[in-house]
C-alpha cells in the first residue's frame, strides 16, 4: 500500500510569454503580451499566497516558460520575496530560471542572479544559423554563444538546451553544434528530440509538403552521436547531461516522483496521490485569481497502481534505472514477480537489462524509450 510520506517540495512556476512564437511550440506561452506583466505576476503571488505547502522544506523552484527571462527583474524580486516570505526554503536550494538569448545581456543576468536565481537554463537549441532560422528562433548563432558567455560568467550552474532530429541539417552540423556548446563553460545540457504538433505553423508546412518531414532514423543517428563523440558530461537521465554533481535538483525530484506545486496558467502539481492543473487560458486565469477564486482546473486522485507505474516509469528514465528495493519499501511490490512478464519481454527485446540493484534502460532502450514506458503505465 502506497503511503505518501511527507517529503520535501519543488515549485515550478509557469510564465507563458514570448517575444514570439517559434515554429514549433506547442507551449503554452503568449506573444507579444508585455501589458499582461504586472497582472499576471499579482496573480501568480496572490495564488503563491494562498497554496498550502504542508510547512514542508522548498528545495528546488523553477521559472519555466515560456520565455521568463523576458520579465523585468523587479517581477522576479516580487515573486521570490513572496516564496522566502510564505515557504521555508533550503539554504542551498536549487533555483533555476529559463532564459532564451535576445532577451538577456550581463546586466540583466547580473540582476537576475541577484534575485536568487542560482541557476541559468538557456534555451540555445543550436549555434547553426540554419537550424535556428528553420526552428524560427529569435536569436542567431553569435546571440547564442554570446549569451552562453555572458552567463557564465554571472552563474556558476548553466545548462543549454539543444534540440536533435532536425530534418534539414546534416550530420556534421549536429556533431559541430554538440561539440562547440559541449566544449564551453558550462555545467549541463538538456537535448530533446524536435517533436511536432500538426497545429503548429511548421508541422502545418510539413504536412502542405513545404518542409521536409522529420525522420526517425534521422533522430536516432543524431542521438546516438551524442554517445559517440563522448561530450565530457555524464548522462543522467534520457535527455540529461551534467558534470559531476550538476545535475538538475528540480526535475530528478519529477522523476523520483517527489512532490511539487505549480504556479501560474496551464501549471502542473502532484501532491502524493493527487495530480492537478490549472487552465491553459491566461484570461480565465487572471479572471479567477482577481475574484480569489482557485485556477485549477482539473484534479484526479491516482490509486496504488497508477501510482506504482509511474513511479517505475519516471525511474527507468534515469541512468540508475529502478531499485527494486525502493519499489519493496514504497509499495511493499516484489518489482520481480509483479512485472515478471514485461521484464521477459523488454529483455528479450534488448530494451531493459538487470542492474545491481534492478533494472535500466539499454542503448536501445534509451532511444525506444516509450515503447518501454507503455508496459508500465498502460
Ligand atoms: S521560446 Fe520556447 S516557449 Fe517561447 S515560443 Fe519558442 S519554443 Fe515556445
Not at 494562498?50 to 516558460?65: C, E, S
Not at 525522420?215 to 558530461?233: C, N, V
Request: charged share 30%; glycine share 6%.
Amino acid at each position: 500500500m502506497y503511503d505518501p510520506k511527507s517529503s520535501d517540495l519543488g515549485l515550478y512556476i509557469h510564465i507563458p510569454f514570448c517575444l514570439k512564437k517559434c515554429g514549433y511550440c506547442s507551449f503554452v506561452s503568449y506573444e507579444k503580451c508585455d501589458h499582461l506583466y504586472d497582472g499576471y505576476v499579482d496573480a501568480l503571488i496572490k495564488e503563491i499566497r494562498k497554496a498550502d505547502t504542508g510547512n514542508r522544506k522548498v528545495k528546488t523552484v523553477y521559472f519555466g516558460g515560456g520565455t521568463p527571462s523576458l520579465l523585468r527583474p523587479q517581477h522576479i524580486y516580487k515573486i521570490m520575496d513572496t516564496i522566502y516570505d510564505k515557504c521555508d526554503v533550503a539554504g542551498d536550494g536549487e533555483i533555476t530560471m529559463e532564459a532564451n538569448p535576445g532577451t538577456v545581456d550581463h546586466v540583466k543576468l547580473r540582476d537576475f542572479r541577484e534575485c536568487s536565481i542560482n541557476r541559468l537554463s538557456l534555451g540555445i537549441q543550436s549555434t547553426d544559423d540554419d537550424d535556428l532560422r528553420y526552428l524560427e528562433r529569435i536569436h542567431d548563432r553569435a546571440t547564442a554563444l554570446q549569451t552562453i558567455k555572458d552567463a557564465s560568467k554571472v552563474f556558476d550552474n548553466v545548462s543549454c538546451d539543444l534540440i536533435y532530429g532536425l530534418p534539414q541539417r546534416s550530420i556534421d552540423t549536429w556533431e559541430k553544434v554538440l561539440r562547440e556548446v559541449s566544449s564551453m563553460d558550462i555545467e549541463h545540457i538538456s537535448m530533446y528530440a524536435l517533436t511536432l504538433e500538426d497545429d503548429t505553423p511548421l508541422g502545418k508546412k510539413i504536412a502542405e509538403g513545404k518542409a521536409a518531414p522529420l525522420s526517425e532514423d534521422q533522430e536516432a543517428d543524431e542521438y546516438e552521436l551524442i554517445d559517440k563523440i563522448r561530450i565530457p558530461f555524464e548522462q543522467y537521465e534520457i535527455s540529461n547531461w551534467s558534470k559531476r554533481g550538476y545535475e538538475s535538483k528540480h526535475n530528478v525530484n519529477y522523476w523520483e516522483r517527489g512532490d511539487y506545486l505549480g504556479f501560474g496558467v496551464a501549471a502542473h502539481s502532484c501532491m502524493g496521490r493527487v495530480r492537478s492543473a490549472n487552465t491553459s487560458d491566461i484570461t480565465k486565469y487572471l479572471d479567477s485569481l482577481k475574484k480569489g477564486d482557485s485556477p485549477e482546473e482539473f484534479r484526479e486522485e491516482l490509486d496504488d497502481e497508477k501510482i506504482l507505474g509511474e513511479t517505475v516509469m519516471l525511474a527507468l528514465r534515469m541512468a540508475k534505472g529502478v531499485s527494486i528495493n525502493d519499489i519493496k519499501t514504497i509499495f511493499n511490490v516484489e518489482f520481480e514477480d509483479k512485472y515478471k512478464n514485461e521484464i521477459r519481454d523488454l529483455a528479450e527485446l534488448g530494451l531493459i537489462e538487470r542492474t545491481e540493484i534492478g533494472y535500466k534502460l539499454t542503448k536501445k532502450g534509451r532511444l525506444l524509450g516509450n515503447q518501454v514506458f507503455v508496459r508500465f503505465i498502460e
